[in-house]
């Protein structure tokens, strides 16, 4: 069994700082194989908050696979953003901005879907795509491919964000190339489901983490996930801290399972 913790949106500069020793005591006692971090480490890309938030991660415990968020790159330094949008990022967490993970049972890859050009709204490239497939082809046949990025791949009706460009061409290429995970942040809000699907069958399962540490919440408590990875099989336990709450807890349990019609719900509690 592989299991793999993911955090998102952690926005330090504009975080809860109650919440930051509960999150790190309850990221480290998943015993997780990895952390995936899916972007907007900071609230403005300050030097100050990057720093912040590398220190967080420095006491995960588990390795951690991080990609940058859409702000993650500066916003009010015009020079900075179009010069050299990823330098800080780069200087502070990771000089990657797209990787390749193997773990047991399992290799994740970190895409970088956050457009310099633009506030909010992500894209995806070419690159990104063929280096997923290339990791996906190689290996095991039975290990779990997933994907990390910051920006999601299909949205809930009425959401307050544009999908990014390219998104339903490229949860499909990431299907066809044998992705079952897709692990996302950027709308501080809940979802597990499966999605792309083809005759009938959901190919893939994503997993949007609303907000770890944020004060911007969208009517949701601040969470992360906890999930664990046996053949056909994914259970993901939703850790939250309720306003006022100084701890997270399981609040629901989602599992689904592979079968011949694709990915189905196998019973949520």
């Known amino acids: 069994m592989t299991c793999i913790v993911h955090l998102s949106d952690l926005h330090f500069g504009c975080i809860q700082p109650s919440l930051t020793e509960p999150l790190i005591e309850a990221v480290n006692a998943a015993g997780a194989h ?14 100050s908050q990057f720093r912040a938030a590398r220190a967080f991660l420095d006491r995960i415990e588990a390795p951690v696979v991080v990609v940058p968020g859409n702000h993650d790159v500066p916003l009010f330094n015009p020079f900075l953003r179009l010069a050299r949008p ?17 773990l ?23 690159g990104g795509l063929a280096l997923a497939c290339a990791a996906f082809a190689g290996g095991p046949s039975d290990r779990w491919k997933i994907v990390v990025a910051h920006h999601p791949f299909d949205q809930a009706p009425g959401s307050r964000k544009k ?34 699907e083809t005759r009938g069958q ?14 911007r919440l969208r009517n949701e408590p601040n969470d992360f996930c906890v ?7 994914l259970t993901i336990d939703r850790m939250a801290a309720p306003p006022g709450a100084t701890r997270f807890d399981r609040i629901e349990r989602f599992a689904f399972r592979h079968t011949s019609m694709g990915w189905l719900p196998g019973g949520a509690t």
Not at 34 to 47: N, W
């Open 227 to 233: 999930m664990r990875l046996d053949a056909d099989r």
């Open 163 to 196: 999908l990014m460009r390219g998104a339903g061409a490229a949860a499909a290429r990431l299907a066809d190339c044998g992705a079952h995970l897709v692990l996302s942040g950027h709308l501080h809000s809940w979802r597990a489901e499966p999605f792309v």
């Open 86 to 102: 990823f330098a800080r990022y780069r200087r502070w967490i990771d000089d990657r901005l797209e990787s390749v993970h193997d």
């Open 202 to 215: 959901r190919r893939m399962v994503q997993v949007h983490a609303g907000t770890g540490l944020s004060r």
């Open 34 to 47: 990895a952390v995936a971090v899916s972007g907007d480490l900071t609230q403005r890309a300050r030097t």
């Open 104 to 126: 047991p049972g399992a290799v994740l890859v970190g895409l970088n879907t956050v457009d310099p050009w633009r506030h909010q709204r992500g894209r995806i490239g070419e």
